[in-house]
């Protein structure tokens, strides 16, 4: 019998091991948007722009700074091996309260559903609605209305992804797994889409700031949260694989998916 404390320990790896893949992609991606933006910021050519909005940005200059190197190198990996192993210990345990519940979907399955589902609600949609902002742009004073907004939109989608699971799992015994798939991947859609239309936006983007910095500062973080949650997903997939056949003393074989959506 294999206990939820093997679930997490493997969940725990796999995120150890997501969060480092994660600071390579970002690192190789997103490092370069970011000083560029900051090679804007310091360059003077948002200079207009933020006294207009911080009067008292000249005042900062005695801050103390963690230097730059620091950043994107230390404070960048731990970050990503944080949230690595944070998603990762939660993602474990999900699988195995998950494992049997979604119809005859293996581990790997079950795993990589759990993760994608994670992807979409904790970091896609998100996203979308408020995506992130390079260095070069944001005012401290609305940082507080910026960070209530973006968690309620993260709760919103959270709360709309596990009752599309749990809707989803219902309708499954009736309309079988396909017709309930589509309802509940419907369903989310549009709760997180009305969410999205209810809530206030804002945009703190100059007119003059260039747009391919901006694009390719939020593409790339894009990436590096679609390449935790992916490598989060068949690793910890794998290693849970590997456990079972281990505990269960043979081969444990995939099912047909196929027919499961059929």
């Not at 992609?25 to 933020?50: K, M, Q, R, T």
């Not at 790997?108 to 902002?133: K, T």
């Not at 260095?135 to 709360?159: C, E, K, N, Q, W």
């Amino acid at each position: 019998m294999t206990s939820a404390r093997s679930f997490l320990i493997r969940g725990l790896l796999a995120g150890l091991f997501a969060g480092l893949v994660a600071f390579g992609v970002a690192y190789a991606v997103g490092e370069p948007a970011i000083n560029a933006a900051i090679a804007i910021e310091d360059s003077g050519a948002l200079a207009d722009h933020h006294a207009h909005h911080d009067p008292t940005a000249s005042d900062s200059s005695g801050a103390a700074e963690v230097p730059r190197l620091l950043q994107s190198t230390l404070g960048l990996l731990s970050g990503t091996l944080v949230a690595g192993v944070t998603l990762g210990g939660l993602l474990g345990v999900l699988s195995a309260l998950a494992l049997g519940r979604f119809g005859r979907l293996g581990v790997r399955a079950v795993s990589l559903s759990l993760a994608a589902i994670g992807f979409v609600s904790i970091s896609l949609m998100p996203f979308v609605a408020y995506p992130p902002n390079p260095p070069a742009i944001g005012h401290p004073d609305t940082i507080g209305v910026r960070t209530a907004l973006y968690f309620i939109m993260l709760a919103a989608s959270i709360i709309a992804a596990v009752t599309a699971v749990l809707v989803g799992r219902e309708f499954a015994e009736r309309w079988g797994a396909w017709y309930a798939t589509l309802t509940a991947i419907a369903g989310y859609l549009l709760v997180t889409l009305a969410a999205m239309a209810l809530l206030p936006g804002y945009s703190e983007v100059p007119a003059d700031f260039p747009a391919t910095v901006l694009y390719h500062f939020r593409g790339a973080s894009l990436i590096t949260q679609l390449a935790l949650w992916a490598t989060l997903g068949v690793v910890l997939g794998e290693l849970l694989y590997r456990l079972r056949r281990r505990t269960g003393g043979g081969h444990v074989p995939e099912p047909d998916y196929a027919e499961q959506l059929s």
